[in-house]
T-cell receptor
Framework: GAGVSQSPSNKVTEKGKDVELRCDPI?????LYWYRQRLGQGLEFLIY????????KSGLPSDRFSAERTGESVSTLTIQRTQQEDSAVYLC??????????????FGAGSRLTVL | GNSVTQMEGPVTLSEEAFLTINCTYT??????LFWYVQYPGEGLQLLLK?????DKGSNKGFEATYRKETTSFHLEKGSVQVSDSAVYFC???????????FGQGTTLQVKP
């Protein structure tokens, strides 16, 4: 597509429920990233996918967080047993991958998660 | 570890005023430096970048120079417009993976 699409744009859930957030990257972009933005704070790196390589999961805050990516297309971020501190905007980004172009990320508009 | 520190906001200016948003970093090696901007209701987008010391990134009237001696990448614009109102994020990358480390963001409000 023309840009990075994320859904849902807003999600309100109860503590303890599982949530899934979806990201559809720009067609042809081999790299995909998930970041988290808490209110009034900068972006925290969560996970990075590059082609068929093993993902870099070093930013995932706990084992309640996981992400999958199907080939070089859609990715899903899953948060199990949500907690109130998980409330944030979850941002997905993609890039062409490799070389200096890898650092030029295109971000989606984000999924705002509120855990009650 | 690597980190980025930005001046706290909000920064409130009148139209046509001069803008500076300070950014300093801590990193090993020779990182690439970026400014991203988030306009209201939109996703982050790359504003400008610099990949080595003394490089100057520029776009839409904004400039930032990679200063290794002061580990800084301050954002400047000579004459701001109301349409520049947004949140500005400084970021660095120490590899070609796109794994960026962001500052906390600085909100700019420009009043007519």
């Amino acid at each position: 597509g023309a840009g990075v699409s994320q859904s849902p744009s807003n999600k309100v859930t109860e503590k303890g429920k599982d949530v899934e957030l979806r990201c559809d990257p720009i067609s042809g972009h081999t790299a995909l990233y998930w970041y988290r933005q808490r209110l009034g704070q900068g972006l925290e790196f969560l996970i990075y996918f590059q082609g068929n390589s093993a993902p870099d999961k070093s930013g995932l805050p706990s084992d309640r967080f996981s992400a999958e990516r199907t080939g070089e297309s859609v990715s899903t971020l899953t948060i199990q047993r949500t907690q109130q501190e998980d409330s944030a905007v979850y941002l997905c980004a993609s890039s062409p991958g490799g070389g200096t172009g890898a650092n030029v990320l295109t971000f989606g508009a984000g999924s705002r998660l509120t855990v009650l | 570890g690597n980190s980025v520190t930005q001046m706290e906001g909000p920064v409130t200016l009148s139209e046509e005023a001069f803008l500076t948003i300070n950014c300093t970093y801590t990193a090993t090696g020779y990182p690439s430096l970026f400014w991203y901007v988030q306009y209201p209701g939109e996703g982050l987008q790359l504003l400008l970048k610099a990949t080595k010391a003394d490089d100057k990134g520029s776009n839409k009237g904004f400039e930032a120079t990679y200063r290794k001696e002061t580990t800084s990448f301050h954002l400047e614009k000579g004459s701001v417009q109301v349409s520049d109102s947004a949140v500005y994020f400084c970021a660095l990358s120490s590899s070609n993976t796109g794994k960026l480390i962001f500052g906390q963001g600085t909100t700019l409000q420009v009043k007519p």
